[in-house]
């Protein structure tokens, strides 16, 4: 009855989401919709509630192992470790959706409970366009992939996860890339809304922006465990491949990033109104069409489900009616969102334009890089396009847009001077010029565009700290603190994926036992080669001595595992973090001879890859709690005066 249990929170769930969406739409279109909001919110969160309740109920059914549900018995094993049980629940195509539409549900909960700053109008509206989403994804759920369908006779036990699901960096990052893509659909609705109840200006931007922040750190939280959980995991010693799964979680954190700023000059000069309308709506296009992309069957991915096409089917309805009838609505009524604030072509705001542009033309260039090969195959022409079409063409469009990152803070709000402007930038300029003189004696002509990037970020670390030069510190609002540190963030993971091109060394050879190799400034000896024990696995494990010059020794513990369900062999990578790279380990195949197949890579600072994401996730953080702040004291003031 448990499952039953969480079919029927399902179903309930779905009715409150047609509620809310019919007194939303009523509370809109009423003339003093105040009267109709608190039932409204009420509903909102009632709705919540069932989803989290019938999420819960699946995790329960993981957790017992319940092999009378379908989706536990190919999904799960009574011998896995808890965490991949728990795991397992969203490790599949109709866990993963419905984890999807449970976090839509708790964001749409949210909304109801904490905006207060949008008219009861529009709020109102915006809460009809979260329940329209989310009734969209209940008919998915309940007609084309019911996570709580009964499997009859039950077998004894499960045909168990994707060993390569079972890692904790894979646990924790759908649910993380979930927020960010979620966190978008409320920036979606707010503009919806906005649309609806032409009220567009700083007040709507300033109560959207708080989404938009969270969805691009969960975003930012997301990719760069994403693609450390691949480094490691997958052995391939490589940190980002252009992989159609991960372009698809690209896709909106760009969106996001140009929405981003966008709102912001909304929000505090009124000026780009249209423009981030149409950039709310892009963004939630590039979650759905991501969704769609893992979802639906169409790629051949560890990160995506195959199913039938019926479940890619509806998906496509879901990302054509929802997109489709945004942008049927952002072209009806653009016309009346009236222009904001007016600026020079010298000014921070152009200087936001520039950044939104460029990152609108990355967008794209990834965009069609992922999609072209589908369309190409759908017309009967078998093609990849892989990381040399991405380098060519991103990564000259990256560098524009490093430049006009370090500059547009260092410019002024509505007007500034081109001499002005070159003033501020001497220092970082002349650092970069440095820096690229530097490492291009030490490096040669071998990769030219590396040394230009390393060169840049140096560059960008300079700007990204300017605008902190001749403030005082402990007034210095921390939204500036945010900035300063994701765009240093941004110069730290430019400065690791520049050196990881540029200095890592690699060999690959056949080892006997006390044998020895040499990689970078290392010498690595193959102890012994011995069998292992898991909870759910068996191993040959290599033992490695590790030691550079006349320092300490220290070990490696790469292994080949096995796992029994599903059967399943994998690659376990062994890694040394130190404090100016990783040295990294695979042990391949044994031969008659008594030799393995070893694997080795020395990667200096490859870890600023990683640490530079940390940094920007910070960035957003900063600036979150500083705008959450700065809005609960401008309540109290308001509050005050009324008094």
């Given at each position: 009855?448990?499952a039953?249990?969480?079919?029927?929170?399902?179903?309930?769930?779905?009715?409150?989401?047609?509620?809310?969406?019919?007194?939303?739409?009523?509370?809109?279109?009423?003339?003093?919709?105040?009267?109709?909001?608190?039932?409204?919110?009420?509903?909102?969160?009632v709705?919540?509630?069932?989803?989290?309740?019938a999420?819960?109920?699946?995790?329960?059914?993981?957790?017992?192992?319940?092999?009378?549900?379908?989706?536990?018995?190919?999904?799960?094993?009574?011998?896995?470790?808890?965490?991949y049980?728990?795991?397992?629940?969203?490790?599949?195509?109709?866990?993963?959706?419905?984890?999807?539409?449970?976090?839509?549900?708790l964001?749409?909960?949210?909304?109801?409970?904490?905006?207060?700053?949008?008219?009861?109008g529009?709020?109102?509206?915006?809460?009809?366009?979260?329940?329209?989403?989310?009734?969209?994804?209940?008919?998915?759920?309940?007609?084309?992939?019911n996570?709580?369908?009964?499997?009859?006779?039950?077998?004894?036990?499960?045909?168990?996860?994707?060993?390569?699901?079972?890692?904790p960096?894979?646990?924790?990052?759908?649910?993380?890339?979930?927020?960010?893509?979620?966190?978008?659909?409320?920036?979606?609705?707010?503009?919806?809304?906005?649309?609806?109840?032409?009220?567009?200006?700083?007040?709507f931007?300033?109560?959207?922006?708080?989404w938009v922040?969270?969805?691009?750190?969960?975003?930012?939280?997301?990719?760069?465990?994403?693609?450390?959980?691949?480094?490691?995991?997958?052995?391939?010693?490589?940190?980002?491949?252009w992989?159609?799964?991960?372009n698809?979680?690209?896709?909106?954190w760009?969106?996001?990033?140009?929405?981003?700023?966008?709102?912001?000059?909304l929000?505090?000069?009124?000026?780009?109104r249209?423009?981030?309308?149409?950039?709310?709506?892009?963004?939630?296009?590039?979650?759905?069409?991501?969704?769609?992309?893992?979802?639906?069957?169409i790629?051949?991915?560890?990160?995506?489900?195959?199913?039938?096409?019926?479940?890619?089917?509806?998906?496509?309805?879901?990302?054509?009616?929802?997109?489709?009838?945004?942008?049927a609505?952002?072209?009806?009524?653009?016309?009346?969102?009236?222009?904001?604030?007016?600026f020079?072509?010298?000014?921070?705001?152009?200087?936001l334009?520039?950044?939104?542009?460029?990152l609108s033309?990355?967008?794209?260039?990834?965009?069609?890089?992922?999609?072209y090969?589908?369309?190409?195959?759908?017309?009967?022409?078998?093609?990849?396009?892989?990381?040399?079409?991405?380098?060519?063409?991103?990564?000259?469009?990256?560098?524009?847009?490093?430049?006009g990152?370090?500059?547009?803070?260092?410019?002024?709000?509505?007007?500034?001077?081109?001499?002005?402007?070159?003033?501020?930038?001497?220092?970082?300029?002349?650092?970069?010029?440095?820096?690229?003189?530097?490492?291009?004696?030490?490096?040669?002509?071998?990769?030219?565009?590396?040394?230009?990037?390393?060169?840049f970020?140096?560059?960008?670390?300079?700007?990204?700290?300017?605008?902190?030069?001749?403030?005082?510190?402990?007034?210095?609002?921390?939204?500036?603190?945010?900035m300063?540190?994701?765009?240093?963030?941004?110069?730290?993971?430019?400065?690791?994926?520049a050196?990881?091109?540029?200095?890592?060394?690699?060999r690959?050879?056949?080892v006997?036992?006390?044998?020895?190799?040499?990689?970078?400034?290392?010498?690595?000896t193959?102890?012994?080669?011995?069998?292992?024990?898991?909870?759910?696995?068996?191993?040959?494990?290599?033992?490695?001595?590790?030691?550079?010059?006349?320092?300490?020794?220290?070990?490696?513990?790469?292994?080949?595992?096995?796992?029994?369900n599903?059967?399943t062999?994998?690659?376990e990578?062994?890694?040394?973090?130190?404090?100016?790279?990783?040295?990294?380990?695979?042990?391949?195949?044994?031969?008659?001879?008594?030799?393995?197949?070893l694997?080795?890579?020395?990667?200096?600072?490859?870890?600023?890859?990683?640490?530079?994401g940390?940094?920007i996730?910070?960035?957003?953080l900063?600036?979150?709690?500083?705008?959450?702040?700065?809005?609960?004291?401008?309540?109290?003031?308001?509050?005050?005066?009324?008094?």
């Amino acid at each position: 009855m448990i499952a039953e249990a969480g079919l029927a929170a399902l179903w309930l769930a779905t009715a409150f989401a047609i509620a809310q969406l019919l007194l939303g739409a009523a509370a809109a279109r009423a003339a003093d919709p105040v009267v109709l909001l608190p039932g409204l919110r009420k509903i909102a969160l009632v709705q919540a509630v069932f989803a989290l309740a019938a999420f819960l109920v699946l995790i329960w059914l993981f957790v017992t192992s319940d092999m009378s549900v379908l989706l536990v018995a190919e999904n799960s094993h009574s011998q896995k470790p808890m965490l991949y049980k728990i795991a397992g629940a969203w490790g599949n195509h109709e866990g993963s959706m419905l984890l999807w539409v449970t976090v839509l549900a708790l964001a749409g909960a949210g909304v109801a409970l904490f905006e207060r700053r949008l008219v009861a109008g529009t709020l109102s509206a915006t809460l009809a366009a979260q329940a329209t989403i989310a009734i969209g994804f209940y008919a998915f759920l309940a007609f084309a992939s019911n996570p709580f369908a009964r499997l009859n006779p039950a077998p004894a036990d499960g045909q168990g996860l994707n060993p390569l699901l079972q890692d904790p960096g894979l646990a924790f990052h759908p649910p993380t890339l979930y927020l960010g893509y979620v966190g978008l659909s409320v920036a979606f609705s707010f503009a919806v809304a906005a649309l609806l109840m032409r009220d567009v200006g700083p007040a709507f931007a300033k109560a959207m922006r708080p989404w938009v922040l969270g969805a691009w750190i969960f975003l930012t939280i997301g990719i760069t465990a994403g693609s450390y959980w691949a480094y490691y995991e997958l052995g391939w010693g490589g940190w980002w491949f252009w992989d159609p799964v991960e372009n698809a979680s690209l896709m909106p954190w760009l969106a996001a990033t140009a929405l981003l700023h966008s709102v912001n000059v909304l929000a505090t000069r009124d000026g780009l109104r249209a423009w981030t309308l149409m950039l709310a709506v892009v963004a939630f296009s590039m979650s759905m069409v991501g969704t769609f992309l893992v979802r639906s069957g169409i790629l051949v991915s560890v990160h995506a489900f195959a199913v039938d096409p019926t479940r890619g089917s509806f998906l496509l309805a879901l990302l054509g009616l929802y997109i489709g009838g945004a942008l049927a609505l952002f072209g009806a009524r653009v016309g009346t969102v009236t222009q904001g604030a007016t600026f020079q072509l010298i000014s921070r705001e152009a200087a936001l334009v520039l950044n939104n542009l460029l990152l609108s033309v990355i967008l794209g260039v990834v965009l069609i890089g992922t999609l072209y090969p589908l369309v190409a195959q759908a017309m009967g022409v078998q093609l990849s396009i892989g990381a040399p079409f991405f380098e060519k063409t991103a990564v000259p469009i990256a560098l524009f847009l490093v430049a006009g990152t370090a500059a547009g803070p260092l410019l002024r709000w509505r007007k500034d001077t081109a001499q002005a402007l070159l003033s501020r930038l001497t220092i970082p300029v002349a650092i970069t010029g440095i820096a690229f003189a530097l490492f291009f004696a030490m490096t040669g002509f071998g990769s030219p565009i590396a040394v230009l990037v390393l060169a840049f970020a140096f560059g960008l670390a300079a700007a990204s700290i300017a605008p902190l030069w001749k403030r005082k510190l402990r007034r210095t609002p921390l939204p500036i603190y945010g900035m300063v540190v994701a765009h240093l963030g941004i110069a730290v993971s430019l400065a690791g994926m520049a050196a990881d091109t540029l200095f890592k060394q690699e060999r690959l050879a056949a080892v006997a036992i006390g044998d020895n190799l040499a990689v970078g400034p290392f010498k690595v000896t193959l102890v012994e080669v011995r069998p292992t024990l898991g909870p759910n696995w068996s191993a040959m494990e290599a033992r490695l001595q590790v030691q550079r010059g006349t320092a300490e020794p220290f070990e490696l513990l790469p292994q080949q595992r096995f796992f029994a369900n599903p059967p399943t062999n994998t690659s376990e990578a062994a890694i040394a973090t130190l404090w100016d790279g990783q040295v990294y380990s695979v042990l391949g195949a044994g031969d008659a001879a008594g030799r393995w197949q070893l694997r080795l890579w020395w990667k200096p600072f490859v870890t600023l890859i990683w640490a530079g994401g940390g940094l920007i996730a910070l960035g957003g953080l900063l600036s979150l709690v500083g705008r959450i702040v700065r809005a609960r004291r401008d309540a109290r003031t308001l509050e005050e005066e009324w008094v």
